[in-house]
């Protein structure tokens, strides 16, 4: 059984700042790293693999930061693949669905493709589904409690009404939440390891033969603009040992901005 | 003939993007708002939808509808879309809408976004304008959307329900064939409504993983009820702990009270997003760098358990209120 | 279980050179690293001088994260309200390399990085040496996270908190607190073209550095300030027991010094876009700890190796220079098949030839001076009054310079001390 792990090269976005002036979003200088949605991606993938199957990582990114892909290798990944976005003109999840598609049929006889529910950063929550579609493969989102018996996976779907338990066939397009699995903790081992697998890289016109010009213009979405959201609070820390003392000195604020009264 | 559809599976949603849709329908040449109801069982009620706001409901009465499955459900939007019409599709960006919407937009080839909380049609160019929260609500893109229709998927709580009174809709069922969905339900846990209305409450207490045990939610409650307020939580409590059926951020719900108390909340925009529209934020938390104090008025560096007992007595003792 | 012929523990510039130099000659080398990518936990100025590292990797200068040029450095005395500034500058545009370029290491420290592992080196980030494997009294390996690695040699070049020898038994050298600093800094993020022309510089490739004395919270240490392409690297090193004594918060002293009109002039609109702190030794070539032993050599400032002569605070050249004395040694080690610590000593030999330890002796009488309270707390303040009384035309009638010199000093410092004062500032930085 052949298993593929969709994960994405990700923003950091504890750390995108805005520039309180302009409104500009730091993006340039936010770092990059896998997606803390991807551990659980990875997670999920590797457990379920069942004997004498393997598990390949999937991105569309800069080839040059392959490095930054060593820890999810090290999670278990047998090879990964980096469709190099460098010189890819097209964005939004409509182009990156194509290009995940493309290279998944490319790989050829994959069973099961896992993603997140949304990326870190992108939080679209449209790949999974377009790429499930594009594929023309159920999309099993949410999934929780998951379960493979030969050719079936069962799992509870985490909707926000409820669970939903479901069982599919393969193949199938998953998606997994940060509730899924705690993903693990890759060993100085696991990491030694990871540097004899293979990375390959792909480029999406030449090895997929994917035009840029023609995703963009078919997905049909252009940003025009973008604004960094500035909320200012007063950000005023009280501290002490004395927890009757900060009662009250809350209490005094609270009055003073009228929002409670004595 | 410039439609504007409207669909989400959840009642409540589909009422708030209703109303948004009625308002500017007339500022911006929509000649019709639908809405879509799914099922046996919606469809025998579709009329009330008139006074939500619609002018037409369109039904797609098939029982295999009456449990929803994304599959079936993708396979009835993108029916009644390609048959209705619209130039703008307006779904409720639940967890069930989402994915609903990024299958039913690729199927179409529709242009699509998420998180919109704005947008306008402009009849001239053919082309919709949305302003979209992006980076977890971090920042808003503006797009141009020249591939119609546009879905745009609007998360809860950014519109508001309005009644129209004496509004009628017409009921229009559409002919969809629903193929057999490859994926099983085999079962639905819905989880109990508690009938709260967290929208209405002055005051929310909000706690975070920071709370060990449920029994301690008592103290929450108590400085709540002291307030005239209520208990709210992240996501965690609610997905992980199953303390609430519903919480509060990007995912969940979005609050305006006069003042949020959060309690053990870290901090992750994720779940900020869903109170930085309060007037005011306390936070108390343990850990000096917790990311919350950046995002709060007032910052409590204090294990919860010994100040919000201090917080209860300070407020017994000198019987501060809220109106 | 897997073998190495080498491990290197830490990839600051230490640990990166002997990765190069060792990975260079075919070693079969793996660079053992705690923070998730090199220099993301790195502390430091930092001024790269480059002498010692255009030997080590020719050329650097035209692929390595450089921020400036250093074409001034000033030294610069702070009074209460006073600053006097010395400010030497090389106006010959020309010449390449530069004398010193200041670096930001989270950016830097990949670079060298990289160098090592394009010569083969295996790179582990993200993963913390807990212990140092021992057969029969003999480093064999090492073990991180439960994980066990094992290697002919192992070079320690885990950085000033150094504490797996000691773990293991092998420190013999112990040193006092007073033999520590803390340094603290800032980045400071200032649009290129302020920084540029606010210091003077001709383009975004020019920059400058200023070291300074006095305004630290009255602790004995020194400020500096250095301009990168868009940021400042603002900090303060000062003595640990000063500090302790002193019960302010490192931080405290840093704002202090920040705070000075002088300081604040130049850092005014910058945003603080990164605080650290980390523990540094004295240096001096009387502080150098042990430097290898059977199956292990220790290299950088795991070894203290460090020059300060209050001019110039260099470790990095100094952790590069010693790595490549221990390469050295552990290459002809190698030939020999033998990695005992008889068979590592030549790694001191080399390491005394070099220049950087020549310096350090050459500097040997400068550390006195950083323990004379006089330098930090009277001289500045004094320089300040002095140039002060003989620029200021004011409502009493003029001094010359040495009744200037005697009516500022009154109370302060005796004659008698200062000249003992001035004897040591000779012995220590001129003669
Ligand atoms: C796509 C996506 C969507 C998401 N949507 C949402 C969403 O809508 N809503 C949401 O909430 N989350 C959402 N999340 C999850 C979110 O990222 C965080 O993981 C979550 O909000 C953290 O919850 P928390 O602050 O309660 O817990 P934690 O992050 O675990 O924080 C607990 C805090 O409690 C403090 N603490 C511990 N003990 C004490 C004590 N005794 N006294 C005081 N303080 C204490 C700790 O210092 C810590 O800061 C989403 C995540 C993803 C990936
Ligand atoms: C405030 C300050 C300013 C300075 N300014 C300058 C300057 O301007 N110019 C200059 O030349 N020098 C300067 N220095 C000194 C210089 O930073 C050091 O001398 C130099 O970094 C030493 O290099 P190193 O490779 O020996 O150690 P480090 O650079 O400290 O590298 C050690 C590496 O080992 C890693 N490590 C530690 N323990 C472990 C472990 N157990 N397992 C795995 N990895 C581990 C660390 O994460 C680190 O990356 C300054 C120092 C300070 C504190
Ligand atoms: N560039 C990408 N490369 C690989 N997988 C991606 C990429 N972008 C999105 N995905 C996958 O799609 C999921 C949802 O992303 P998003 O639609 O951006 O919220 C992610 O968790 C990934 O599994």
């Known amino acids: 059984m052949k298993i593929v792990a969709c994960i994405k090269y990700s923003l950091t976005l504890s750390e995108l700042k805005v520039d309180p002036a302009t409104r500009e979003l730091r993006l340039a200088t936010t770092p990059q790293r896998v997606g803390t949605i991807d551990r659980n991606v990875l997670e999920a993938a590797v457990v379920l693999k069942p004997e004498g199957s393997t598990v390949h990582g999937l991105t569309l990114a800069p080839a040059g930061a392959r490095e930054a892909f060593r820890e999810a290798i090290a999670m278990g990944l047998d090879d990964l693949t980096i469709v190099d976005s460098t010189n890819w003109a097209a964005g939004g999840p409509m182009a990156t669905a194509a290009v995940l598609a493309a290279a998944i049929q490319k790989m050829g006889d994959v069973d099961l493709v896992v993603c997140g529910e949304a990326s870190d950063d992108g939080v679209t929550y449209q790949v999974p589904p377009r790429l499930a579609e594009r594929l023309g493969w159920p999309l099993l989102a949410y999934a929780r409690n998951i379960a493979l018996a030969g050719a079936t996976l069962t799992a509870d779907r985490d909707l926000d009404i409820g669970m939903q338990s479901v069982a599919c066939d393969l193949p199938l397009v998953l998606t997994v939440t940060q509730e899924t699995n705690t993903p693990r903790r890759p060993t100085l081992m696991d990491a030694v390891k990871a540097k004899k697998k293979p990375v390959v890289v792909w480029q999406p016109e030449a090895d997929l033969g994917l035009s840029a010009e023609a995703l963009q213009a078919a997905g049909g979405v252009t940003r025009i603009a973008q604004e960094g959201i500035v909320i200012a609070r007063k950000e005023q820390l009280f501290q002490g040992d004395d927890m009757k003392a900060l009662a009250n000195q809350l209490l005094d604020a609270l009055l003073a901005e009228h929002v409670v009264a004595e | ?323 | 279980m897997e073998k190495f012929d080498a491990i290197v523990v830490g990839a600051g510039p230490a640990g990166a050179t002997a990765a190069y130099l060792l990975a260079k000659a075919g070693m079969q080398v793996i660079v053992i690293e705690r923070g998730e990518t090199p220099g993301s936990k790195n502390v430091s100025g930092a001024l790269l001088f480059s002498q010692v590292y255009s030997e080590i990797f020719p050329k650097f200068w035209e692929s390595a994260p450089l921020e400036r040029a250093i074409v001034g450095h000033a030294i610069t005395f702070l009074g209460e309200q006073t600053s006097v500034n010395l400010d030497y500058r090389d106006l010959d545009e020309g010449h390449v390399p530069h004398n010193a370029y200041s670096v930001l290491r989270a950016r830097f420290d990949p670079w060298m990085a990289q160098q090592a592992e394009d010569a083969g080196a295996m790179l582990m980030p993200g993963f913390t040496v807990d212990k140092l494997l021992q057969e029969n009294g003999r480093v064999v390996g090492i073990e991180a996270g439960g994980d066990a690695l094992m290697a002919d040699v192992v070079v320690v070049a885990e950085g000033t908190r150094s504490g797996l020898l000691k773990e293991a038994g092998l420190r013999t050298d112990e040193y006092h607190a007073s033999d520590v600093s803390i340094g603290v800094k800032d980045v400071i993020a200032l649009p290129e073209d302020v920084i540029t022309n606010r210091f003077q510089c001709l383009n975004a490739d020019e920059g400058v550095a200023y070291t300074c004395v006095g305004h630290t919270g009255g602790v004995e240490g020194g400020g500096f300030l250095y301009t990168n392409k868009d940021t400042l690297s603002v900090g303060v090193v000062a003595k640990i027991d000063a500090v302790y004594k002193s019960k302010l918060q490192p931080h405290a002293i840093l704002n202090e010094f920040k705070a000075h009109p002088f300081i604040s002039r130049l850092i005014a609109g910058g945003e603080i876009v990164e605080y650290s702190a980390q523990a540094i030794h004295r240096g001096g070539v009387h502080l150098i700890g042990q430097l290898y032993g059977d199956g292990y050599v220790v290299v950088g400032s795991a070894a203290r190796l460090l020059l300060n002569n209050v001019m110039t605070l260099r470790g990095m050249d100094v952790a590069v220079a010693s790595a490549a004395a221990a390469a050295k040694a552990i290459l002809a080690a190698r030939e020999m098949g033998d990695y005992s610590h008889t068979a590592l000593a030549g790694y001191e030999q080399n390491f005394k030839a070099t220049n950087v330890y020549k310096d350090m002796v050459t500097f040997k009488d400068t550390y006195p001076l950083l323990e004379n309270e006089r330098l930090f707390h009277v001289y500045p303040e004094l320089a300040g009054a002095v140039l002060g009384d003989m620029f200021t035309v004011g409502a009493k009638p003029s001094k010359k310079g040495l009744k200037a010199l005697r009516d500022d000093m009154r109370g302060k410092v005796s004659l008698w001390q200062m000249l003992m004062d001035m004897n040591q500032i000779g012995k220590g930085l001129v003669r």
């Open chain 2, 1 to 323: 003939m410039a439609k504007l559809l409207v669909y989400s599976e959840e009642a409540g949603v589909a009422r708030e993007l209703l109303a948004k849709a009625r308002q500017v329908a007339g500022t911006q040449g929509f000649t019709e708002v639908g809405v879509v109801a799914l099922g046996a069982a919606a469809a025998a009620t579709a009329a009330i939808w008139g006074e939500w706001g619609a002018d037409v409901v369109y039904t797609v009465a098939e029982p295999a509808l009456d449990v929803y499955n994304p599959e079936t459900y993708t396979a009835a939007l993108a029916g009644v879309i390609e048959q209705v019409q619209p130039v703008v599709v307006l779904v409720g960006a639940t967890k069930r809408g989402l994915e609903v919407n990024g299958r039913v937009a690729e199927r179409l080839g529709a242009g699509a976004v998420s998180w919109c909380d704005d947008f306008s049609y402009d009849a001239a160019s053919q082309s919709v304008t949305a302003k979209c929260l992006v980076y977890t609500g971090i920042g808003n893109n503006t797009y141009r959307i020249n591939v119609l229709p546009a879905l745009a998927a609007v998360p809860p709580g950014v519109f508001h329900e309005q009644a129209f009174a004496g509004h009628s809709a017409a009921v229009i069922a559409v002919p969809v064939a629903i193929p057999a969905a490859r994926m099983r339900v085999l079962a639905n846990s819905v989880k109990a409504d508690t009938g709260r209305r967290l929208q209405d409450a002055p005051v929310i207490v909000d706690v975070g993983q920071g709370m060990r045990n449920r029994e301690d939610l008592a103290m929450a409650e108590e400085l709540a009820g002291l307030l005239n307020g209520q208990v709210a939580c992240s996501r965690p409590i609610s997905s992980e702990r199953d303390w609430f059926p519903e919480w509060l951020g990007l995912s969940g719900l979005k609050l305006s009270p006069d003042l949020c108390i959060t309690l053990g909340v870290s901090g992750s925009i994720q779940h900020t997003i869903g109170i930085r529209e309060s007037k005011l934020i306390v936070a108390v938390n343990s850990d000096e760098n917790a990311g919350i104090f950046a995002q709060a008025d007032y910052g409590i560096h204090a294990d919860l358990y010994q100040f919000v007992p201090a917080l209860i007595e300070a407020i017994k003792t000198r019987s501060v209120t809220k109106k």
